[in-house]
C-alpha cells in the first residue's frame, strides 16, 4: 500500500502564493511519473502539472506561468509552487503517482478568496 501525505494548502488573498507538497511512503524512482491534479466543486478533476523523473514538466495551460512543478526523488517529495493565485485556483488539490498503477493522496483544500 502506497500512502501519499499532502500539505501546504490553506486560505489565501488573489495574488497570494501558496506552496504544496507531497511525501510518498515507498521509494519514487526515476520512471515513476508524479503530478497534481485539483477538482473544484461541481467539476471534474483535472491536471495541474506532472513531472517525470528527468525532469519534463507538463503544465496546464490554465496554470502555466504560474504554477511550478519539482521533485526529489531522494527525499520522495514533489512540490508544487503556486504564485498569482486567483479564486478560480479554489480547489481540493490531489498528488498522483504512477506505477502499475494510479495512487492518490487525500487532497489538500486551496481556497483562494478576499
Known amino acids: 500500500q502506497v500512502q501519499l501525505v499532502e500539505s501546504g494548502g490553506g486560505l489565501v488573498q488573489p495574488g497570494g502564493s501558496l506552496r504544496l507538497s507531497c511525501v510518498a511512503s515507498i521509494n519514487i524512482f526515476s520512471f515513476n511519473l508524479m503530478g497534481w491534479y485539483r477538482q473544484a466543486p461541481g467539476k471534474q478533476r483535472e491536471l495541474v502539472a506532472t513531472i517525470t523523473g528527468g525532469g519534463r514538466t507538463n503544465v496546464a495551460d490554465s496554470v502555466k506561468g504560474r504554477f511550478t512543478i519539482s521533485r526529489e526523488n531522494a527525499k520522495k517529495t514533489v512540490t508544487l509552487q503556486m504564485n498569482s493565485l486567483t479564486p478560480e485556483d479554489t480547489a481540493l488539490y490531489y498528488c498522483?503517482?504512477?506505477?502499475?498503477?494510479?495512487?492518490w493522496g487525500q487532497g489538500t483544500q486551496v481556497t483562494v478568496s478576499s
Open positions: 498522483n503517482l504512477k506505477t502499475t498503477r494510479d495512487w
